[in-house]
Structures are given as C-alpha cells and as structure tokens.
C-alpha cells in the first residue's frame, strides 16, 4: 500500500488569453472556447526553464507535506520537454533540492508523464521511501517552434505539479493503480527534437476516449465499485470536450469531475497532479474514492483508485 | 438491417451540417462531424449494429465517408 501525502504546483504569472491567439490565427476567440474549453494558458518567461517550473512544485509540495528534502527517498519527473537529452530535469531538480545520493530520473513521457511516474513511486516507495513526484513542461518552446498550428497552439500552456508518495496507509491510500501503453499509434502523437508537435487530432481522441473508459471500467470492475461511487475525478486536462465524453460514457456526474482546464489548458504532464493540488486546496479531496486518470503520447495512459479517509 | 440506412440516421443525429448527397462526400472536409462527433458516431454505430470496433481499427479515415463507413461495417456484419 502506498499514500499520496501531498500535492504542489507552480504556475508561471504570464498569461496568454484567447484574443491574442485568435488574432494570430485569424479565428474567433468563441471557436477556441468551442474546440477545447480553454481560456487561458500560463506562459513561462524567457529565462524561466522547466527546471524552474519543476523545482516551484516540489518546494510548494514539500511545504505542503511537511516534509524536508533530505527525508525524500527518491526522485521522479515525469516531462516531455526536457531542456536538454541528458542528464534529466529530475537531476536538476535534485541538485537544487539538495537531496543528493536518492535515485532520480525522468519520466520522458508527455500528457501522461505525470500518471506514469506516480505509477513507478508507488511500486519505488516501498524499498525507498517517500518519493518526490513531478510533472513538469515547457510546452511554449515546443509550440513556438514553425509552422505554428492553430489546433495545437491553443491547447498548450506551461507549468508544474508535484506529489510525494510514500509507503503506507494514510488519508490518501493508493488502492490500486495500472498503466498501459501501445505503440500502435505512437506515430500520430509525436515530438521530434526540434520539429513542430505532430498531432492527429481525431486518432487521439478517439483512442483516448477507448482506453480511458477501458481502464477506469476496469479498475472500478476489479474494486467492485461503480462510478457512482467514486467521489472525485481528477483527469489528465486534455480537452473540455474529452473529458465530457469520457465522463458521459462512464456515467459520471459533471460536478465530481475537477476541471481547471479553463485556466491553464493542457499542461500535459504536470496537468494531473496541478488539478489534485487545487482540488486539494479547495477541500475537494472528502471521505470516499477519488480516480486519477490519464492518457498521452506513446500511447500511454492508465488510472488509479485512491481511498480517502 | 440496412447499414446503409442505419449509418447515415447515426451522422444525421450527430451531425454539425447537412449531410452531403453524395456518399462518397469528406465528412470531416465538409464539416459533417469532428472529432468529439466521431467518438460519438463509432460509438453509436457499435450499439445499432452489435459490432465491436478493435482499437486498432480505430483509424478516422476508415469513417471519413458515409460509403466507407458503410464498408467497414458490412464487412464485419
């Protein structure tokens, strides 16, 4: 068994808002509000880095969690927009933190980044103790790279978020947890080194909505719950429009789905864990189940069943 | 049952525009349905016609036109 102590998260202060990428593509701004659900993104400055971002998170989250670095037992960032090959945000990250001689790496996965390195802490916490988990991107370098495509530029926004997991039971006991992946399609979701983002919108979602449904369906089934009975969804905030239609076919009620979507947009691999910090602060996280669940490039995705007590 | 008939009465209550005349029309170029409307449309379809589309088979331009949609699902029936 493990637990999630906490959550962090850390937002860049620059703001880009509909009417500045309206007036760029040429569309109304009630056309991005329509295609996605977005109206805001955070943009990092110029100088700020995704080791900038990361390290806002983990110190926000440890604060949280009472917790000090030289207590953690180990380090795992999940991003797709690392700023160099190697070595990884996650050793950055550890030089800051001053939390030398704990394993660290990263993650090199995109939207479900995050979810991914959650899954691994909770299997690493058990022989490390308290693991340090960051979803972490800079998803305005990459967007900024030509051609410039009105469907990708106005779902991204940069930013972070962080979890510690640790052994244990506690108020928010990970009760089961699975993730997945198939390659099938990795080519319709791609990131080469210094390319453009390469999305097929329409393969995405409809293989997004397919393997979420199946994956919480699963977990629910092998917990014998039903989606009634899961207090609080915390998805990957991919789209407004997905998460609507993975909720319908799962039966879920509107309200019980955390969205800030709207806020920051897609920060693919911080995303989840900057929904469950917020959700958190605002006392959203009550006796009964919560799901967390993913999905991204690879593809990759996967859920998990958290008891709160 | 008549896929062809069950087919375009699924785009019809999808649909974002009139559906074009000719079968053989882009639903996604003309504007018919986009992608959120093509989650639906699949999804539908496995209900009315009792088939299970594989996810790997889970491919747009399979359903990109009323005529290859209408394939597919006669292949499989």
Redesign the interface.
């Known amino acids: 068994m493990a637990q999630l102590l906490g959550f962090g998260a850390h937002l860049p202060e620059q703001v880009l808002d509909n009417a500045a990428l309206a007036a760029e593509f040429g569309v109304d701004p009630a056309w991005i509000l329509h295609a996605c659900g977005i109206e805001t993104r955070r943009v990092a400055a110029a100088e700020e880095t995704v080791v900038d971002l990361a390290e806002g998170a983990a110190r926000v989250c440890l604060e949280r969690c009472g917790l000090a670095a030289a207590e953690l037992g180990g380090i795992v960032v999940g991003t797709g927009t690392p700023q160099r090959q190697f070595p990884g945000v996650s050793a950055s990250l550890q030089q800051r933190l001053g939390a030398v001689g704990i394993p660290a790496f990263d993650i090199h996965l995109a939207s479900v980044g995050g979810f991914f390195a959650l899954a691994t802490a909770v299997e690493l916490c058990r022989s490390y103790g308290p693991i340090l988990v960051v979803g972490a991107e800079r998803m305005s370098r990459v967007m900024a790279r030509e051609p410039r495509i009105k469907e990708t530029a106005i779902l991204f926004g940069d930013g972070a978020g962080a979890c510690i997991v640790a052994p244990g039971e506690g108020p928010l006991s990970v009760v089961d947890i699975r993730m997945q992946s ?1 390659g ?1 399609f990795a080519d319709q979701l791609s990131l080469e080194s210094d390319g453009p983002l390469a999305m ?4 995405v ?3 997004a ?3 979420l449904r199946q994956s919480i369906g699963e977990l629910l089934a092998r917990n014998g719950l039903t989606a009634a009975e899961v207090d609080l969804w915390l998805f990957h905030q991919a789209n407004l ?2 998460l609507r ?1 993975v909720g319908k ?1 799962l039966g879920i009620a509107e309200d019980r789905v955390y969205v800030n979507l709207a806020r920051y947009g897609n920060t693919s691999a911080a995303s989840l864990f900057i929904a469950a910090a917020e959700a958190q602060a605002e006392g959203r996280f009550r006796s009964g189940h919560a799901v967390l669940a993913a999905f991204g490039a690879g593809m990759g995705w996967g859920s998990a069943l958290v008891k709160v007590r | 049952m008549d896929i062809r008939l069950a087919v375009r009465d699924a785009i019809q209550n999808i649909a974002q525009e009139p559906l074009p005349d000719d079968d053989s029309g882009s639903l ?1 170029s003309e504007g018919v349905i986009d ?2 409307g ?3 449309l ?2 539908e379809l496995e209900h009315v016609l009792g088939v299970k589309v594989p ?2 088979e ?3 331009s399979r359903f990109e036109t009323v005529d290859k949609i209408v394939a597919y699902f006669q292949a499989r029936a």
Do not use: A, C, Y
């Open positions: 198939d099938t097929d919108g329409r393969t979602i409809l293989q909505n397919r393997k429009n997905l239609q076919g | 996604f992608s959120f093509l989650v639906e699949v999804s996810d790997d889970l491919i747009p």
